[in-house]
């Protein structure tokens, strides 16, 4: 780890392997690589919805987030900057965060360069995953703490899935850790917003309605109607344009095939793209129907809720996407789909790959100094070896131990030739001897097994923050883990920190404290 914040040689990141640390999807490792060939960039003005951005608009208004400015903006022509996550208990998992702030990093940095932009985080509340979204973890005090809700997949959509006590059992468990002395905000909010008896899609769109207020960014509830409205031409014209469209994906498989790569994308010909919504829940729709949903998507848009592959185009129909931060999945499956977005007459936006951080507090930083530990070491399981208590003191026991022995030894046969009535209590001695050096080396042993646990305690500590569950902290951690450790202004430092990260496929460590990096 570098050294501590003292020292004006500090620097605010470093940047880790990413293989190592949150391994790409291999084809997104082999775009990187330049194995594959990256689309070209396919644009041209689409037409936005004024009915839209009423909507956007008085949804963002509900949750606590005026977004109008924003919205007219998107209206005039402003680019859009895109990404999405599904919903989660807490805010579900913290990458979330990361690539809301990453849009506004972007839209800093475009109008910095004088080309209005407007961020948009795309909620994914149709999402019918339910266990992928019912966890909440966070970490305090050194414990990890979990809540999880006893959903079932395909049992609802996330706008109509019900939160039970299990988001309040895990508040209840927190009320009983130390908890930052500025984490009371973010812990109470975070209470009520994931109340009983709210639904999922709602309480997560108000929490990244509030984190994400200051950064201007635009929530889009995927399910509001006004969205799939939006999405219903473009939805439309690709479906007209289907066995191409399956072809086209079937050759992008067989061409990354050539390459050894696994196709992200799992093909259903016999199924349509899309879902039919039924009292909350999605219902697959056989190809035969074709007809009968294109005569639903022209009457009823909000009737039907697109699959993984189809659902980025028409996120990017509806929003006029310029640049979409994705996912390392993601992206992998948009590069299997990437000749859809003209069938579907899409302009194809640019995509780049989300960063990839690790927050360490100034606490874990300490502590990682404390056991010598470079950031590679938060990779393993247990303490490396050589950070464990050297074995000098045992090594030195043993030279005294046979000196004794030897000198002893020496003695007694002087005796033998000049005062033989000696050699009982010679012998008597050396037994008391060596029982003396096997007690202190049982002794030895034991401190310094004491001390080993303390330094593996301390390990397991720091593990626990910045890899739990052996997974990068990203993905193991909720949205609200590390707002309860620094607070609800976050997502503003953390857009700056991200604004200033070099473009490249790294693990970037953020070494932070409350009010921003150091």
Not at 272 to 278: A, D, G, I, N, T
Not at 339 to 346: C, G, H, I, N, R
């Amino acid at each position: 780890m570098p050294p501590a914040p003292a020292s004006t040689e500090a620097p605010a990141f470093e940047a880790a392997p990413l293989a190592l640390w949150e391994p790409p999807h291999p084809v997104t490792q082999a775009l990187l690589d330049g194995q594959l060939p990256w689309p070209e960039l396919v644009s041209r003005p689409v037409a936005r919805s004024p009915e839209l951005a009423e909507a956007l608009a008085a949804a963002n208004r509900r949750w606590g987030n005026e977004v109008g400015p924003q919205l007219e903006a998107w209206l005039a022509g402003a680019r859009a900057v895109v990404t999405g996550q599904q919903p989660g208990l807490f805010g579900g998992p913290l990458l979330s965060l990361v690539k809301g702030c990453a849009v506004a990093a972007e839209v800093a940095k475009l109008r910095a360069a004088g080309e209005p932009a407007v961020g948009f985080f795309w909620l994914e509340t149709r999402d019918d995953d339910l266990p992928e979204m019912g966890w909440a973890r966070v970490v305090v005090g050194g414990k990890l703490l979990e809540a999880r809700e006893p959903w079932q997949r395909g049992e609802s959509c996330a706008w109509a899935a019900t939160l039970s006590q299990a988001s309040w059992a895990l508040c209840d468990s927190l009320e009983r850790e130390p908890l930052a002395e500025h984490a009371g905000a973010a812990f109470q909010f975070l209470r009520e917003t994931f109340a009983p008896g709210a639904k999922l899609g709602e309480a997560c769109a108000r929490l990244f309605a509030k984190l994400f207020q200051p950064l201007g960014i635009v929530i889009v509830d995927a399910s509001l109607p006004a969205v799939a409205q939006a999405c219903a031409r473009a939805a439309s014209a690709l479906l007209r344009h289907l066995p191409e469209a399956w072809e086209r994906l079937k050759a992008r498989e067989a061409e990354l095939a050539v390459l050894g790569l696994s196709a992200p994308l799992r093909l259903s010909p016999h199924r349509l793209p899309l879902f039919r919504l039924e009292d909350g829940r999605r219902q697959p729709v056989g190809a035969g129907r074709l007809a009968g949903v294109l005569e639903g998507l022209a009457q009823a848009p909000n009737l039907f809720t697109p699959n993984v592959w189809l659902r980025p185009i028409l996120q990017d129909a509806a929003l006029g996407t310029e640049l979409a931060i994705l996912g390392s999945a993601e992206l992998a499956y948009h590069w299997q789909a990437q000749d859809l977005w003209e069938m579907a007459q899409v302009p194809r936006p640019r995509w780049q790959l989300r960063p990839h951080v690790t927050l360490v507090t100034g606490g874990e930083r300490r502590l990682a100094e404390k056991l010598g530990l470079e950031p590679k070491d938060t990779l393993r399981r247990t303490l490396p070896r050589r950070l464990l208590p050297p074995g000098d003191l045992e090594r030195e026991l043993a030279t005294l131990a046979h000196q004794a022995e030897a000198g002893l030894g020496r003695l007694a046969a002087k005796a033998t030739g000049q005062l033989p009535a000696l050699l009982g209590d010679l012998e008597a001695t050396r037994e008391r001897v060596k029982a003396s050096f096997r007690w202190l080396g049982e002794r030895l042993a034991r401190r310094r097994e004491e001390l080993a646990e303390v330094e593996r305690a301390r390990f397991a500590r720091l593990v626990t923050a910045l890899r739990p569950l052996g997974k990068p902290q990203e993905r193991a951690l909720s949205v609200g883990s590390p707002l309860l450790q620094l607070g609800l202004e976050l997502p503003v430092l953390l857009a700056q920190a991200l604004a200033a990260l070099p473009h490249e496929p790294a693990m970037f460590l953020l070494y932070w404290r409350r009010g921003g990096l150091w």
